[in-house]
């Protein structure tokens, strides 16, 4: 099965998604991949979920012209994306990077993460043995900076980490 991108308002993601399950009864299957992360508000830190591609479903299946045309009157899909005529196809790749990283259904939890200067070890949660892709460390906000391609670009987006240990040699 073939993974696709569709265009939508952004936060309108969950209720097209439901939009769609609705029309295409099992047929296909329809993601928005989330985060969890912590955030400030009125000075306390709290916990939120944030969609990881704002303005994007993801599907699985199978997609032809007819299915394209079922596309058409759901409200606040704005349009599959295409290649010339064709749906365009997500990367394999780029799909298994996701998978590594969703656990819980839809959504990225946080990971654990030791810092011995300057280098990141990840203990546990979706980063463990994504190193590689770790840009950056906002310990304030405890986010990760990584380094994804998505539907054929590069991206940084933040998800959520527990700092366990912090070390640095002088």
Not at 9 to 26: A, I
Not at 78 to 87: A, C, I, N, R, V
Not at 120 to 140: A, C, F, H, K, N
Request: net charge positive; proline share 3%; glycine share 8%.
């Amino acid at each position: 099965m073939e993974w696709y991108a569709l265009f939508v308002k952004t936060g309108q993601e969950d209720k097209v998604k439901q939009r769609l399950e609705y029309r295409f009864k099992g047929k296909l299957t329809f993601l928005v991949p989330k985060r969890k992360l912590r955030e400030r508000k009125a000075g306390e830190w709290k916990f939120s979920i944030r969609t990881l591609f704002p303005g994007y479903v993801l599907v699985n299946g199978y997609v032809d012209q007819d299915t394209m045309q079922l596309f058409k009157d759901i409200p606040d899909l704005l349009t599959l994306l295409k290649s010339g005529m064709e749906p365009l196809r997500i990367e394999q790749h780029e799909i298994e990077i996701l998978s590594r990283l969703i656990c819980n259904g839809e959504l990225i939890g946080l990971s654990s993460v030791l810092v011995e200067n300057d280098k990141v070890v990840v203990v546990d949660g979706p980063l463990v043995s994504m190193e590689g892709y770790i840009t950056g460390i906002d310990y304030r906000k405890g986010r990760a900076k990584i380094r994804l391609n998505f539907l054929g670009e590069e991206r940084t987006v933040d998800l959520g980490i527990t700092v366990l240990k912090q070390s640095f040699e002088n």
